[in-house]
């Protein structure tokens, strides 16, 4: 969770930064988009890390919510 919620924190710093005077604004919205892709993927292992590697796991995390 610390690697998402880092990269959506420079997500943001980045598109804040393309809207500042002298900035340049394509460099800071590229920079925005790394780290968008780099915060999905950070997601996406996470959530796999959590998933049940059987059924057996998986109708008990399926019976706890």
């Known amino acids: 969770m ?8 420079m997500l943001t710093f ?3 930064r393309a809207l500042m005077d002298g900035e340049d604004e394509r460099f800071w919205l590229t920079a925005a988009e790394m780290w ?10 996470e959530t796999l890390e959590t998933m ?13 919510a």
Request: proline share 3%; glycine share 0%; with cysteine.
């Open 2 to 9: 610390e690697t998402v919620t880092h990269c959506r924190a």
């Open 14 to 16: 980045c598109r804040q």
């Open 36 to 45: 968008q892709k780099r915060m999905i993927r950070a997601d996406l292992a």
């Open 52 to 64: 049940p590697s059987n059924i057996e796991q998986e109708k008990e995390f399926l019976n706890r």
